[in-house]
């Protein structure tokens, strides 16, 4: 309980028109601290989803694995394996399930069957509701359904005068024609009490095919917050207009033949990059820009029109960030100006003061006398394109979604969650950072970053906006941005330099220091967070877990849930992502297999096999006074009992 504290008069009078007088006052009092026993709510970590979104779905819908725990918690031995596990598709995917089912040979014994299921699924929410208040499961409850759920599950069917009234309740249900739908309200209520909160540690865009879905999927949930990935980040500079994040956009879809993500997903006409490419490399086959399509998923027909927008896409991309960075000296990029560096009649290119040749020598739109000027053609193109961008009514939908649920960290219950990295010097020192002028380092640097980005999207004042829209480029891809980590993006090199070395990426010390208890100690205390139970948990990274890597670091101070969700990274990682679910008993981290379809899964009952690590179990069960929810009601608590101790000392009349 926090001490004691004197709220003054003038706002335990404004505190006194919710709670009038001693009942209602003492009432509220015994509520809150009653809800402070309760356990602790189970949170959900992702990382690093890179639209993968049926996936995604998922493990949403079966909360890494908490779903299937929480049945045989309920059944144990007392349903068959098969059993659990259909049980468990069944809340995965109720409409699909009971499709399947009406088709199959239970067909012409439906009721029976509706039955078996409606009362495992009522037994199930029920013990899946116990950690909560009823009037947090009251409200959670599906509108059409509420009343019937709430009976259902708060009912004493092992009470003889109850027990033909819950039974009547399911048959109705079954006779009128409700049953499938309150079998979907069960599930879905199932899902929403076994995960109350749900964590996006960053990148939910780019490389996977449909991360629009992922969205929608976010939007709808109960409780979200997001760390913003870089990814996620040059999205959110291309819905602002800032021209290199949209040509950034544009290349990354290109690159892995999802232009329909932009196209069908978002409504953004293409139809004047299309043209434009096509002229200008014509004679081109692009061969340094191939696709990573994934097989049967993708039109082989538009490889060569997507290799040349690819290919469109990187050189204006290079010209514009070419431009930014003669722009701001500050930022200290002139190492990423290798246009100017290119001798085509030689076929090479200098960097770092070595020659190195060139894999493509056919640059139409190159100006040798100003190489980082667009064409007038490529001008258009970009005008035409930052129209679509700005004026798209679901991306501006979804990015503001981003900019309200999201940010670069956040301090939850005692953890450190971001996407990348704390930005470390060589020596494993918080680094120092100038941003327009100023340094920072730590958390300030976070703050002031954070601060910038929201006015590249939301300042009104043209000078704000434009510095706010750079620094969104700026944080998709400098060396001192958190969310990349990395001394360069080494993007012309992979392109156009054979040679190796030239694509190497440092990465930030933080990689080489974050498996050190004081550095780790360091930077949570930073963050405000010296508890010995703190933990960090960011992704970013992918964990290769086929050559031996864990993604348990500092002795489980640190955890990187970066593990392959996106099937472009699978086969280096060797699985197919890490995810972290943390209730009241301590953490559990599981490693996911592929996922091969709902198909599948609605058919044969098939999961996602994990394999499931904990990380830390807890000596004392946590609760919610535990929790940044718990520390807000002990701070309502002593309110109360001071306007209690007004009341009862005459310095305030009860109403």
Request: proline fraction near 4%.
């Amino acid at each position: 309980m926090p001490n004691k504290q004197n709220y003054g008069e003038q706002y335990l009078r404004i505190l006194s028109k919710q709670f009038p007088n001693v009942a209602t006052t003492a009432t509220e009092i015994i509520n809150l601290q009653s809800i402070l026993s309760l356990p602790k709510a189970t949170e959900h970590f992702l990382s690093d989803i890179h639209g993968e979104d049926e996936q995604f779905a998922h493990v949403i819908k079966n909360g890494s694995g908490a779903v299937k725990r929480k049945i045989d918690e309920e059944f144990g031995n007392m349903l068959s394996e098969k059993e659990k596990r259909d049980l468990a598709t069944l809340i995965y995917y109720p409409e699909e399930r009971i499709r399947m089912i009406k088709e199959s040979a239970w067909g012409n014994s439906m009721d029976d069957w509706y039955v078996v299921m409606i009362n495992r699924l009522i037994q199930v929410c029920k013990s899946a509701a116990s950690k909560y208040t009823r009037s947090k499961v009251r409200k959670s409850l599906p509108k059409d359904f509420a009343y019937v759920i709430e009976e259902l599950i708060t009912g004493r069917r092992d009470h003889g005068d109850q027990e033909a009234y819950f039974n009547e309740i399911i048959h109705t249900v079954i006779r009128i024609g409700k049953a499938p739908e309150l079998i979907v309200a069960l599930s879905n209520t199932i899902s929403r009490f076994v995960v109350d909160h749900l964590h996006i540690v960053g990148d939910i865009y780019d490389r996977g095919p449909r991360p629009h879905k992922c969205m929608d999927t976010l939007m709808k949930h109960h409780s979200v917050d997001i760390q913003w990935g870089n990814h996620d980040i040059v999205w959110m500079g291309a819905a602002s207009g800032q021209l290199a994040c949209i040509a950034t956009v544009l290349r990354f879809s290109a690159r892995y033949g999802n232009l329909d993500i932009l196209e069908d997903g978002y409504g953004i006409n293409l139809l004047p990059l299309y043209r434009f490419a096509v002229e200008a490399y014509k004679n081109d086959p692009c061969d340094c820009f191939k696709l990573h399509y994934r097989e049967g998923e993708y039109d082989l027909s538009n490889a060569e029109c997507d290799r040349k927008m690819h290919k469109a896409m990187a050189i204006i991309q290079f010209k514009i960030e070419g431009q930014l960075i003669k722009q701001h000296p500050e930022l200290h990029m002139e190492d990423r100006l290798l246009l100017d560096k290119m001798d085509l009649e030689k076929g090479v290119v200098r960097i770092n003061d070595k020659e190195y040749k060139l894999l493509d020598t056919n640059f139409p739109t190159l100006n040798p006398e100003d190489p980082y000027a667009l064409s007038a053609e490529e001008a258009e193109v970009m005008e035409k394109l930052r129209i679509g961008f700005i004026n798209c009514e679901k991306l501006q939908e979804h990015v503001s979604f981003l900019y309200r649920k999201g940010s670069l960290y956040k301090t939850y219950n005692n953890n450190l969650l971001f996407h990348g990295c704390v930005p470390l010097d060589d020596n494993g020192q918080l680094k120092e950072v100038e941003l327009c002028g100023k340094k920072y380092k730590g958390k300030a640097l976070y703050d002031a970053l954070e601060q910038l980005l929201r006015q590249g999207y939301y300042a009104i004042d043209p000078v704000e906006k434009e510095r706010g829209m750079n620094m969104l480029w700026y944080t998709w891809c400098h060396a001192n941005s958190p969310v990349f980590g990395k001394d360069k993006m080494a993007t012309f090199e992979r392109y156009f330099v054979e040679d190796k070395e030239t694509h190497v990426e440092k990465k930030n010390p933080y990689y080489t220091w974050y498996d050190k208890d004081e550095t780790v100690t360091m930077i949570l205390k930073e963050f405000g967070l010296d508890s010995p139970d703190s933990r960090i948990v960011n992704g970013h990274v992918p964990v290769e877990a086929k050559k031996g890597e864990l993604p348990i670091k500092c002795g489980g101070r640190l955890i990187v849930i970066d593990g392959g969700f996106s099937k472009a990274y699978q086969p280096k990682t060797g699985i197919a992502g890490y995810t972290l679910t943390y209730n009241s008993y301590g953490f559990l981290l599981a490693a996911h297999e592929p996922f091969e379809s709902v198909e599948k899964a609605v058919e044969t009952g098939s999961d996602i096999h994990s394999d499931t690590v904990l990380v830390q179990h807890v000596e004392r069960r946590k609760t919610v006074a535990d929790t940044d929810i718990g520390q807000g009601i002990k701070e309502t608590i002593a309110q109360l009992e001071e306007l209690l101790e007004a009341y009862r000392t005459g310095v305030l009349v009860e109403a």
